[in-house]
């Protein structure tokens, strides 16, 4: 489907407008040599508590959890498919009210078959975190998987 050097710009017009990444409305905000920023923008629907206009969780672990796969990709220098193990998220204080999450994720590591990430998200001021996650992520073989259609 993708070949080449892996370019997030060039993905995110094609991977965050559909399904559910393209639901939430998340958006490719840049990128390095191993990692990748996202944003989640503040919606009405989102908010997990009406009394408090914030973010609910959830959209903010599927924030992370997309932005943690671009990083691999980025790291990686090519799309491969990958499955998350293991994403643990740290929520060390509530998003402001009406403010959007900006996730940025690092691939420090990388085996055979696993990449190891860590990130933060933040609505504005990466010193002051909304969350912090780590995660472990299986990296697939394409020639390896049946694809059943």
């Known amino acids: 489907m993708f070949s080449g050097t892996f370019d997030p710009a060039v993905l995110s017009d094609w991977v965050l407008k559909r399904a559910?990444?393209?639901?939430?409305?998340?958006?490719y905000r840049d990128?390095?040599?191993?990692?990748?920023?996202?944003?989640?923008?503040?919606?009405?629907?989102?908010?997990?508590?009406e009394r408090q206009p914030v973010l609910a969780s959830g959209p903010i672990v599927s924030?992370?959890?997309?932005?943690?796969g671009m990083a691999i990709w980025v790291a990686n220098g090519e799309f491969r498919p990958v499955a998350t193990l293991d994403l643990r998220v740290d929520y060390?204080?509530?998003a402001r009210?009406?403010?959007?999450?900006?996730?940025?994720?690092?691939?420090?590591r990388?085996?055979?078959?696993?990449a190891f990430v860590r990130g933060t998200a933040h609505d504005g001021d990466p010193g002051?975190?909304?969350?912090?996650?780590?995660?472990?992520?299986?990296?697939?073989?394409?020639?390896?998987?049946v694809w059943r259609g």
């Open 63 to 68: 924030l992370m959890d997309m932005a943690a």
């Open 20 to 27: 559910h990444p393209g639901w939430l409305g998340l958006r």
């Open 31 to 49: 990128h390095g040599d191993d990692w990748c920023e996202l944003e989640l923008p503040w919606r009405a629907d989102l908010v997990g508590d």
């Open 110 to 114: 990388m085996t055979r078959s696993a």
């Open 92 to 94: 060390l204080r509530p």
């Open 128 to 145: 002051d975190a909304v969350a912090e996650v780590t995660g472990v992520f299986m990296t697939l073989d394409p020639k390896r998987m």
């Open 97 to 108: 009210e009406c403010a959007s999450v900006i996730g940025r994720v690092t691939c420090y």
